[in-house]
Structures are given as structure tokens and as C-alpha cells.
């Protein structure tokens, strides 16, 4: 699955398992993140990825996860999550936030700051060539964090450029406009938030287009916006480039882990590879409100990639 967000994120805190890729090094993509293959990791150590209802993207279209605590509404359809406000509007209209986005101290208290320098940086080109260095060092970030940025991963500038380019011009089209992709009662795909079972349930300072990419046969075209005119085609040609970067990762995980890189690679040959973009307006009362709340996605792979330099994601080892 691969990430994007784009906005002013508030303290928006992020997976508890994954990979960061920064802008700051050459060659290297604005932000992913990549989670642990969770089907290798029960047999050979490395720490297990909880699934989080907030991104439950391994599931197969319209599945769906109970949330342990909260109401679960008898009009809503397994997969589906109920409809809400539209957080960009909201911010636009009124500095006042409903009292349904703001969450609990102890919540907020736990988001870490996200400190950077701190994150492992693993080089992807020196990976290609089997630098045991390099991959030693990949092996201890998986092990002892979980998330790393990475740097030299091969997918083009001008394809990140322009992924961005078109998300930041879809979230700008007029509400009516972005609501011909909303999200149906039935599924995640679309428009909207994701996983609200419950009228009172805390609710994201953020919107987001999800979208599945692969299988290719089963895209739900009526999800890829047609404005701007090249967004489906840029869609495409992104997921395929951070595929292929996936992939190069988890042969070099494969090796760490003394597994045959093709056989962790068929684990996921019928896999879906969705793409979640996240937009978080400013808030004026951005220390009270989340973007995401804290999780753990539930995927093999993450890769995030932060479209501006605004800060606000965190992790946790």
C-alpha cells in the first residue's frame, strides 16, 4: 500500500510499523514508510504488525474489522463506514471545531513528535548491490524500529512530481466536484473517511481518496477522478514505479531473513496494492485534533510519501 498525505498536517501520528523516505537526499522520494512483510515475520522474528482499523487496507475490498469499544451502527454495510462532514469545508467556513474531532488527552499525549535525525536511512542503490553494510543496516531497522527512511529507491522524480502535482489539484476542485468520487456505504474506495462505525465515534481531522491499484482487472474506475485529466494516467505509472520499489525491499528483507526472495514475493503476487491520499486543513486548534489517529496498518508494505515539507507525522518504534 502506498500513502500519501498532503495539506498542513497537524501532530498526525503514523504507522507503528513501516519505512520514511525523504526530499533532504538526492534521489530519494518525498516521505515513505515501510511497514514489515507480516506473513515472514511470525517465522523469522521480526516484530509482528498489530492491524489497525484505521488502515486495515490487507483486507479484501469491502471486508471490514470490528472496532473493539465502539457502537457499531445496524445501518451500516460490512466495509462500509458512515458519512461525515467534510473536514476541508469545515475549515474553511468556521475556526470553531465540532466537538466529535477532538480527542481524548490521553490520546493526544501519547503522539510522538517524530524526530527525524532519529530514523533510520537505508540506501536502496547500495542494497541492488548486495552491500552487506548496507543491508545490516536494513536489518536492524526492521528489527528494532520498524519504519526507516529510504534514499536512492530508483522511482523518478518527474513521476513523484507529478502524482503530487494532480493530488494537490484534486483536493482543490470544489466539494461538489470531489463528491462524484464519494466513497459508497458498501466500501473504502473513494472519497471521504474511512472507518467511522459509530455516531459517536472521535472522528479524523482529514479527508482521503482511496484507491486500489492492482489487481489491474479489478480497478473501480469510477474512483479515479477525471480532473485534472491526467490524474489516472499519472496514478498508474505511480503505482507501478512504487511496486517495483516494494518489491526490491522485500528481496533485501528476504535475504536478511534467510528466506528465498521469491517465495516471500508470491505471497503477495494476488495481493491489492491500494493508495490512500490524505489531506489535513489547518486547524486552529490544531494540539486537540489528529489527522489520523495512532495505528498500525495492517499491509505487508507501506511506503508514505509526504507531498510538502509542512511537518506533523510520527512514529513509535
Not at 105 to 134: C, H, T, W, Y
Not at 251 to 266: D, I, R, W, Y
Request: net charge negative.
Amino acid at each position: 500500500m502506498a500513502a500519501m498525505e498532503v495539506g498542513n498536517p497537524l501532530p498526525v501520528p503514523n504507522v507503528h510499523q513501516s519505512a520514511l523516505i525523504s526530499e533532504d537526499v538526492e534521489g530519494s522520494l518525498p516521505v515513505p514508510n515501510v511497514q514489515e512483510p507480516a506473513a515472514s515475520s511470525k517465522e523469522v522474528g521480526y516484530p509482528l504488525p498489530v492491524p489497525n482499523v484505521q488502515e486495515a487496507s490487507s483486507l479484501e475490498v469491502g471486508d471490514s474489522v470490528p472496532v473493539p469499544g465502539v457502537e457499531q451502527s445496524s445501518s451500516l454495510e460490512v466495509g462500509g463506514s458512515l458519512p461525515v462532514p467534510n473536514v476541508q469545508e469545515l475549515a474553511a467556513i468556521s475556526e470553531d471545531v465540532s466537538a466529535r474531532y477532538i480527542r481524548p488527552e490521553r490520546e493526544l499525549e501519547e503522539v510522538a513528535d517524530g524526530e527525524f535525525g532519529q530514523i533510520p536511512v537505508i540506501d536502496m542503490s547500495k542494497l541492488v548491490g548486495d552491500d552487506n553494510e548496507e543491508s545490516a543496516r536494513l536489518h536492524s531497522a526492521c528489527k528494532e524500529w520498524g519504519f526507516f527512511q529510504v534514499i536512492n529507491h530508483g522511482v523518478a522524480e518527474e513521476v513523484i512530481t507529478k502524482m503530487t502535482e494532480n493530488i494537490q489539484e484534486f483536493f482543490r476542485l470544489p466539494l461538489q466536484e470531489k463528491m462524484e468520487y464519494a466513497q459508497l456505504p458498501t466500501g473504502m474506495e473513494g472519497y471521504g473517511q474511512a472507518f467511522v462505525f459509530s455516531e459517536k465515534q472521535t472522528l479524523d481531522w482529514g479527508d482521503m481518496l482511496f484507491i486500489n491499484a492492482t489487481p489491474i482487472n479489478e480497478r473501480r474506475m469510477r474512483f479515479w477522478p477525471k480532473n485534472p485529466s491526467s490524474f489516472r494516467e499519472t496514478l498508474d505509472k505511480y503505482a507501478a514505479e512504487v511496486e517495483k520499489a516494494a518489491r526490491r525491499l522485500m528481496v533485501s528483507m528476504a535475504k536478511n531473513l534467510g528466506v528465498e526472495p521469491e517465495k516471500l514475493l508470491h505471497l503477495f503476487d494476488d495481493g491489492v496494492q491500494s493508495l490512500r491520499m490524505n489531506y489535513y486543513p489547518p486547524c486552529e486548534q490544531a494540539s486537540k485534533v489528529t489527522g489520523i489517529a495512532p495505528h498500525a496498518d495492517g499491509t505487508g508494505l507501506t511506503l508514505l510519501t509526504r507531498l510538502n515539507q509542512a511537518q506533523g507525522t510520527s512514529s513509535t518504534s
